[in-house]
């Protein structure tokens, strides 16, 4: 029988696309249904019943699931970025022994970013199943500065897309991987009038609630041959949009200015945990240029204090020629 408590979800990083590898990281996260691989046609034709349908067909395959983690970690982004934005990159350590490492995930707007994949292995006790050449299409991260003493984490959550899926056992004798956790009261938001002085301008007092959403481009690419998946992969365009729920003080009345303006603004989202030995602290600094979409005063309100919601669409800015920079810190150097 299977068992909720030993459901599970491992993964390891591919060294060519699409040959399937075992699994060196448990996914510390919520385990999700499974999702057919497969979607099942049932021709509609005339063959002299008084029925629709006579037999079923399938095309082709392909894997469509999420990834999810109700209390997301600094280490968790890690290999999700690699197979969302870019790839290949090499963690740098930051102060000598300390192993406070940093990744810059910042994707070329020009050239091949070199997405990573990996193999993914999901199942209970019962049985396990295994998708190859799975990428990342969409990382969204949110999280409320909780009113009470409650924990205010940060949710992950990131689609992605593989191969198929097939019949495997789980890859044993894993640990559980290192969990520093994201939490949302140590959310800092900036905004500056250029690329060149991003980060320079902490808002303070205004962030209640946040969401961002990152959509890195990548897609399957089918063709014909003797497979019913895809043979390869490529990455189209990039695009980030960000969501705040604010104090509806002198900040966010300066943010509806800048809405109705649409003054072009450099906002920095910046996530904080603890210090990594004697270095750097656990870090996610996200920065975006673009203008507000949409800002809606009094758009809620919590115990009698008026909020506004915003929106922040991120686009090209031709001076500093950027959509948007990554940057994380945590104590592994790879994934």
């Not at 102060?95 to 070329?108: I, Q, R, V």
């Not at 938001?189 to 902490?202: H, K, N």
């Not at 895809?230 to 990039?238: K, L, R």
């Amino acid at each position: 029988m299977g068992e909720r408590f030993l459901s599970k979800i491992q993964y390891g990083k591919e060294t060519v696309n699409g040959t399937a590898v075992a699994a060196d990281t448990i996914w510390v996260g919520q385990v999700g249904a499974m999702v057919s691989d497969r979607q099942i046609a049932y021709p509609a034709e005339q063959f002299g019943v008084r029925a629709e349908a006579h037999r079923s067909v399938i095309g082709q395959y392909l894997v469509s699931d999420t990834l999810a983690s109700e209390h997301g970690t600094f280490q968790q982004l890690a290999f999700i970025l690699g197979g969302l934005l870019k790839g290949g990159v090499t963690a740098v350590e930051q102060t000598s022994n300390e192993s406070d490492y940093l990744w810059d995930f910042t994707p070329s707007l020009t050239a091949t970013n070199s997405l990573d994949s990996f193999t993914i292995e999901k199942g209970d006790d019962t049985q396990a199943w295994e998708a190859a050449y799975c990428m990342f299409e969409r990382l969204t991260l949110s999280g409320t500065v909780n009113q009470d003493n409650s924990a205010s984490p940060v949710n992950i959550e990131a689609a992605f897309f593989g191969r198929q899926w097939t019949e495997t056992t789980f890859t044993g004798a894993l640990s559980l991987p290192t969990c520093e956790p994201m939490v949302g009261i140590l959310s800092q938001l900036y905004i500056d009038s250029a690329w060149a002085s991003i980060g320079g301008t902490e808002k303070t007092g205004v962030l209640r609630d946040f969401s961002l959403e990152i959509l890195g481009g990548a897609h399957p690419k089918f063709h014909g041959g003797g497979n019913r998946y895809f043979n390869s992969h490529d990455q189209g365009m990039i695009s980030v949009t960000a969501n705040f729920t604010l104090e509806g003080n002198a900040t966010a009345d300066a943010i509806w200015d800048a809405k109705q303006a649409q003054t072009e603004q450099f906002i920095r989202f910046k996530l904080s945990g603890s210090q990594i030995g004697s270095g750097d602290n656990h870090s996610l600094v996200v920065d975006i240029g673009g203008t507000w979409e949409d800002v809606i005063p009094l758009g809620s309100e919590d115990r009698g204090n008026n909020l506004h919601t915003a929106v922040f669409h991120g686009f090209y800015d031709a001076t500093g020629a950027k959509l948007l920079q990554v940057q994380l810190t945590t104590d592994l150097s790879v994934y």
